[in-house]
C-alpha cells in the first residue's frame, strides 16, 4: 500500500495562489506517473495535470498557464503550484500515483481548495 500526505489547500481570494505537495511513501513499485486531480459535488473526478517519471507533464484545458506540476522523484513527491486562481478551480483536489501495471494505481485522501472572495 502507498501512504500519502497531502497538504496545502485551503481558502484563497480569486487571482491568489496555492501550492499543493503530496508526498508519498511505503511504494513496491516504481511510481511512473503522478497527477493531480479535481472532483466538485456531482461531478466525476476530472484530471488537472499529471507528469511522468521522466518530466512530462499534461494540463487540462482549464489551467494551462496558470498551474505547474513538479515531481521530485528521490522523495516520491509531487506539487502543484496554482497561480491565478479563479472561483472555479474549487474542488476537492486528490493525488495519484501510477506504476507500470494497471492495478498501480493509488489514490490520496484529498485536499480541499476553495477560491472565493
Known amino acids: 500500500q502507498v501512504q500519502f500526505v497531502e497538504s496545502g489547500g485551503g481558502l484563497v481570494q480569486p487571482g491568489g495562489s496555492l501550492r499543493l505537495s503530496c508526498a508519498t511513501s511505503?511504494?513496491?513499485?516504481?511510481?511512473?506517473?503522478m497527477g493531480w486531480y479535481r472532483q466538485v459535488p456531482g461531478k466525476q473526478r476530472e484530471m488537472v495535470a499529471m507528469?511522468?517519471?521522466?518530466?512530462?507533464?499534461n494540463y487540462s484545458d482549464s489551467v494551462k498557464g496558470r498551474f505547474t506540476i513538479s515531481r521530485d522523484n528521490a522523495k516520491n513527491t509531487v506539487y502543484l503550484q496554482m497561480n491565478s486562481l479563479k472561483p472555479e478551480d474549487t474542488g476537492f483536489y486528490y493525488c495519484?500515483?501510477?506504476?507500470?501495471?494497471?492495478?498501480?494505481?493509488?489514490w490520496g485522501q484529498g485536499t480541499q481548495v476553495t477560491v472565493s472572495s
Open positions: 495519484n500515483v501510477r506504476g507500470v501495471v494497471a492495478t498501480q494505481n493509488y
Open positions: 507528469i511522468t517519471r521522466s518530466g512530462t507533464t
Open positions: 511505503g511504494s513496491t513499485f516504481v511510481i511512473w506517473d
